[in-house]
């Protein structure tokens, strides 16, 4: 498998451009909630886990949160999110990419922290082909930074999580690819800065998925 | 004055959080104007004068726009940014730092690369004492990243801008305030990486306005 390495792909701000529209749905709802922060901590922390992302941001106002708060938050960004879904868009080279690799015959996944709920009008957006397997939050015990959804797209291909590549925008995706023992790929479409981003542990950071895909062979990504 | 530098603070990112929701404002603006770009690209330009902003990102894309394109984009954002205003909030320790700098008698003044149409609703938000100059796009001939903002400030103040300190959460302050010859200080509060805003030129990065507050006696902010 050393010649051919699998790619892993996020998909909010790796493949659609939707991590300032979820910043500012889960800053309406966490205000909804009585917690008032400010929106760059939030956009901070897009890509976690939706309950990780709920305690973290509550504890450093001082908050607990309830189980009940916590399902109530959830629910009030998917809806809040969900209103500004039309304005979403794939990011630059997204469907290139994604063609590109079904005709190279890589194998390749997309991994997202979020709900198949939330994700599957984003996956419409790039036309994603039959038989590309889609890990989602409701698929794995815990979501990024935990190593769970990387691990299960590399199982559901059928490849060893050692030798694929873990494509995501945030510090959350590259945390959870070094425990996974993958290596993490950053793009600053989800707007973290590269320094940011290589200090989590990328391997290379490149543009959006466009960018990626012009330095494919960086990767070692061969056609089959 | 070198013993008691004056603080010239930008508006969005700096004082009031509403960086996130100017980016979306872009975005919209943008594609209603045929320019298709990724939000985090526009996030890394807001900041900058809104006429440098929609040449630079219309040239991105290949674009080049007629005065008349970009004084209509100009307005549609104006307009879009005006629907999100009731979702702006001062961020964290704003309204204390500007408590402080006025009972510390320190010289003080805003600059912001926004129209005054688009600062007033925001000033009102941190209750900015009378007798504050506010130094807006309608005052100079050029915003950031020229430093006719941060100049026109300092001299607002009656202070040499080689005494004073321009605080400001983009690149564009950063830059600005070094082509003025003031030291700049910036906020992650408007979303860029600490790194960025140090290789700008940034003399200190605090966390946003409650941060600096917290340690401005490092940048030798005494009381009268």
Not at 93 to 104: F, N, S
Request: net charge neutral.
């Amino acid at each position: 498998m050393t010649d051919r390495p699998a790619l892993l792909l996020d998909l909010d701000g790796t493949l659609i451009d939707s991590v300032y529209q979820h910043a500012i749905a889960w800053h309406k709802a966490l205000e909804l909630g009585g917690i008032k922060l400010s929106v760059w901590r939030i956009h901070r922390r897009i890509g976690m886990s939706g309950g990780l992302l709920a305690d973290s941001l509550a504890r450093e106002t001082g908050h607990e949160l309830s189980e009940k708060e916590a399902a109530k938050l959830k629910r009030a960004h998917a809806r809040l999110f969900a209103a500004q879904v039309r304005d979403v868009r794939p990011l630059p080279g997204a469907l290139d990419l994604v063609r590109h690799l079904t005709k190279m015959r890589v194998a390749w996944a997309v991994a997202t922290s979020g709900a198949l709920a939330s994700a599957r009008p984003l996956l419409k957006l790039v036309n994603l082909p039959p038989g590309v397997p889609v890990i989602t939050r409701d698929d794995v015990a815990h979501a990024k930074p935990n190593p769970d959804l990387w691990i299960a797209a590399a199982a559901r291909l059928g490849v060893p999580i050692e030798s694929a590549i873990a494509v995501g925008d945030s510090v959350w995706d590259l945390l959870a690819a070094r425990r996974a023992r993958a290596l993490g790929v950053g793009l600053l479409s989800g707007g973290y800065g590269e320094d940011e981003l290589e200090r989590a542990g990328a391997y290379r950071v490149y543009a959006d998925p466009a960018d990626l895909l012009s330095h494919i062979d960086e990767l070692g990504i061969r056609a089959d």
